[in-house]
């Protein structure tokens, strides 16, 4: 039972373009949420998070939009970067817990 | 600040044998985390730390994977035996604090990567 569901393994898109990676959740416990970042031998880094009182958050080039009522949240990522190709993990967690659940990822390839 | 520390980065090992892992986290974060994260998956928790207690260790095989944190600070993952499924990436992460919204937010180490042949 996956309680986070990243459905496309991968995206690519052209460098300027807009990048939309996706995250669905089934738990209703969760009221935070994470999106991390990992290069290849690298663990992953945190990119930006979002509670659930709130259904958009805005840092630079990356804002992650939440619809509680569908359980989604999606990053957007514009313009996009060749340096932005990596694996993004999505996260859930109840705020305060600490521990997040995470999704499969889907490798996002931006091509100059 | 120094980031999560982990070793060994790479370790070779036939099924059945025994392997270990340590991780030092950042200085002044109470809580650690070990994660597993198998090849096209995402990091799934085993096991994690407030202080040197254990919050959470539903996911860990406990008949065949241990962990202890001693005196607070660094922490140690073994596998004894090991089988050829345990193969894959055992992240540790660590975060400031068990409560507020920050707790939340996960530094993690460059992980090591275990291959059971």
């Known amino acids: 039972d996956q309680q986070v569901k990243q459905n496309s393994p991968s995206l690519s898109v052209q460098e300027g373009r807009i990048s939309i990676l996706n995250c669905d959740y089934t738990?209703?416990?969760?009221?935070?949420f994470l999106w991390y970042k990992k290069y290849p031998a690298e663990g992953p880094t945190f990119l930006i998070s979002?509670?659930?009182?709130?259904d958009k958050n805005e840092d630079g080039r990356f804002t992650v939009f939440l619809n509680k009522s569908a359980k989604h949240l999606s990053l957007h990522i514009v313009p996009s970067q060749p340096g932005d190709s990596a694996v993004y993990f999505c996260a859930a967690s109840a705020l305060g817990a600490g521990k997040s659940t995470f999704g499969d990822g889907t490798t996002l390839t931006v091509k100059p | 600040e120094a980031g999560v520390a982990q070793s060994p980065r790479y370790k070779i090992i036939e099924k059945r044998q025994s392997v270990a892992f340590w991780c030092n986290p950042i200085?002044?974060?109470?809580?650690l985390y070990w994660y597993q994260q198998i090849l096209g998956q995402g990091p799934k928790l085993l096991i994690q730390f407030q202080n040197n207690g254990v919050v959470d260790d539903s996911q860990l095989p406990k008949d065949r994977f241990s962990a202890e944190r001693l005196k607070g600070v660094d922490s140690t993952l073994k596998i004894q035996p090991a089988k050829l499924e345990d193969s894959a990436v055992y992240l540790c992460?660590?975060?400031?604090?068990?409560?507020?919204?920050?707790?939340?937010?996960?530094?993690f180490g460059a992980g090591s990567r275990l291959t059971v042949l």
């Open positions: 738990n209703s416990m969760f009221d935070y």
């Open positions: 992460a660590s975060s400031l604090e068990e409560s507020g919204s920050w707790a939340n937010v996960l530094t």
């Open positions: 200085s002044g974060h109470a809580t």
């Open positions: 979002i509670s659930s009182i709130k």
